[in-house]
């Protein structure tokens, strides 16, 4: 017996389209900048912010494709869609940007021993551009990255241009005031060591999803809790807890119920209340429940606790 409380899904991502496109137009324009700095003043720190930049375009806009994706309805052969589309976008994103961060952790290590010299006035002048374009994109971003994990890459990859676009002015003031072109690569090597820890988080979490682990804000123990203190309820088992895409938890679990409820015509308010308890308290709307009577449960395989 089953219990869905809604089949068609507005994904999290898609939610944030609008933000997300216009956060891709604000990127393409700070990376051609930095790309035009970096040319006119021989800086590695732009060229390497316009690299991570590059990545960024690239990976907002599969995560847009995803969006676009998921947004096609669902059919026999694909029950849920092609919401999963966000999270293959994502991981893309990941990887994408887990190489761009070798990358110039390598190069900005070959330039600490052989400097270029920088010139840090134009270094200033488009650190600041990019400053001022990372930080509106930050803003636009920052109350929706909770929600969806292409939104979420999106929000670090700008987070890390912020901080690599300090980086870049706080080089360029070393430069100017003491002569020290190796600030250059150091702006490099920091921004590349931005890039790493917060990829590699980015990309756990999105395999977590494609491996239907357990959502990290959902307790299984107390979702097991909740549904055996359900009014003729005995048991559980059976019980899963996974995520289709950004925001979408589901659940199926198999329920044993008391015989005399379940050939009293009760097993239909059991299902309900099954229903509004996992909604209300744990935001799990999409549900299935097997209810089973208690002398059928010595035929059950089961195969979770």
């Given at each position: 017996m089953a219990h869905d409380h809604h089949d068609i899904f507005t994904t999290a991502g898609d939610r944030q389209h609008g933000k997300l496109?216009?956060?891709?137009?604000?990127?393409?324009?700070?990376?051609?900048?930095?790309?035009?700095?970096?040319?006119?003043?021989?800086s590695l720190a732009l060229f390497a912010d316009a690299g991570?930049?590059?990545?960024?375009?690239?990976?907002?806009?599969?995560?847009?494709?995803?969006?676009?994706?998921?947004?096609?309805?669902?059919?026999d052969a694909r029950s849920f869609g092609y919401q999963r589309a966000e999270i293959f976008a994502a991981v893309v994103n990941a990887v994408l940007l887990l190489g761009v961060g070798v990358f110039i952790i390598v190069e900005s290590i070959f330039q600490l021993f052989h400097p270029t010299m920088a010139t840090a006035g134009i270094m200033a002048l488009f650190g600041v551009v990019a400053l001022i374009g990372n930080g509106l994109s930050l803003a636009i971003l920052r109350p929706a990255h909770r929600d969806s994990l292409n939104v979420r890459g999106a929000f670090l990859e700008v987070l890390s241009d912020l901080l690599g676009a300090i980086a870049v002015l706080i080089a360029a003031v070393l430069i100017a005031a003491t002569g020290f072109q190796r600030a250059d690569a150091l702006a490099s090597l920091l921004i590349g060591a931005l890039?790493?820890?917060?990829?590699?988080?980015?990309?756990?979490?999105?395999?977590?999803?494609?491996?239907?682990?357990?959502?990290?804000?959902i307790d299984v123990a107390k979702v097991r809790d909740h549904i055996r203190s359900t009014s003729g309820v005995l048991a559980v088992h059976d019980l899963h807890v996974w995520t289709?895409?950004?925001?979408?938890?589901?659940?199926?679990?198999?329920?044993?119920?008391?015989?005399?409820?379940?050939?009293?015509?009760?097993?239909?308010?059991?299902?309900?209340?099954?229903?509004?308890?996992?909604?209300?308290?744990f935001d799990v709307e999409h549900c299935t429940f097997q209810l089973e009577p208690a002398r059928h449960r010595q035929h059950e395989q089961t195969t979770h606790p």
């Open positions: 496109t216009l956060v891709l137009c604000i990127t393409v324009v700070i990376m051609v900048a930095e790309i035009i700095g970096g040319l006119l003043g021989r991570h930049l590059a990545t960024d375009v690239a990976g907002i806009g599969l995560s847009l494709l995803g969006i676009w994706f998921a947004r096609r309805p669902s059919s890039i790493l820890p917060r990829t590699l988080n980015l990309l756990r979490d999105t395999v977590d999803v494609l491996l239907e682990a357990t959502p990290k804000d289709i895409t950004s925001g979408n938890p589901v659940l199926s679990a198999h329920v044993v119920i008391e015989d005399s409820v379940f050939d009293g015509g009760g097993a239909a308010k059991v299902l309900d209340d099954l229903g509004v308890c996992l909604a209300g308290h």
